[in-house]
């Protein structure tokens, strides 16, 4: 079973016995964005047809913005772009990104995910709720820590909602970010990057 045959988080919540809450977990930590990066999606805003696909809005926004943040932490993580995810013989897919941790062993190597990113395609926020949960269940199943902290993401690039899952609980932030306040949208993600590092 495809992780995107969950159109919806009640579903995966039903189907993994999840306990739901919403709640403001997200503790901003500041990051300073470069003026280039701001150059960049200034100019892929204005120039490019950003929305004509989800292949564009992942490559002209999304990517852009995770990878500036990841820089600050390459030595403790790596950034997967698309890559397939096996959960069991039965239930895969392809998260549109991971944060995982970065093996010893080399960079090509794939190590315990802790954070996922997926694209509300059509700006259908219910299926990719529904497509980012089921995704941090099988990633829970994979790295094999019950006690661990995982974070999800979806947006349609403009808009940036955030959850975290826990062991039987799943907890969606009541605010979600926008493209428009980089700071504010930055400060979130890194809170992310920070919270997985203690994880570490």
């Known amino acids: 079973m495809s992780f995107t045959s969950y159109k919806t988080l009640g579903k995966v919540l039903q189907t993994f016995h999840l306990t739901y809450q919403e709640q403001n977990f997200i503790q901003p930590q500041s990051f300073e964005i470069s003026d280039y990066l701001r150059a960049e999606l200034q100019f892929n805003l204005t120039e490019l047809v950003v929305d004509s696909s989800e292949y564009a809005l992942c490559e002209n926004l999304i990517y852009p913005i995770l990878r500036e943040i990841w820089k600050a932490y390459k030595t403790h993580f790596m950034l997967w772009s698309h890559l397939a995810l096996e959960e069991s013989d039965d239930w ?33 926020f219910s299926e990719g709720w529904g497509q980012c949960a089921a995704e941090l269940v099988a990633i829970q199943k994979l790295n094999n820590r019950p006690e661990q902290t995982l974070f999800g993401v979806v947006t349609n690039a403009e808009r940036w909602e955030f959850a975290k899952l826990q062991p039987g609980l799943f907890t969606k932030n009541l605010s979600g970010y926008q493209i428009e306040n980089l700071e504010e949208l930055f400060a979130a993600i890194n809170y992310l990057f920070v919270e997985s590092q203690r994880q570490l």
Do not use: C, H, T, W
């Open 92 to 124: 895969s897919g392809i998260p549109d990104y991971m944060i995982a941790k970065r093996s010893p062993l080399g960079k090509i190597i794939f190590e315990q995910p802790y954070f996922i990113v997926v694209e509300a395609k059509k700006d259908n």
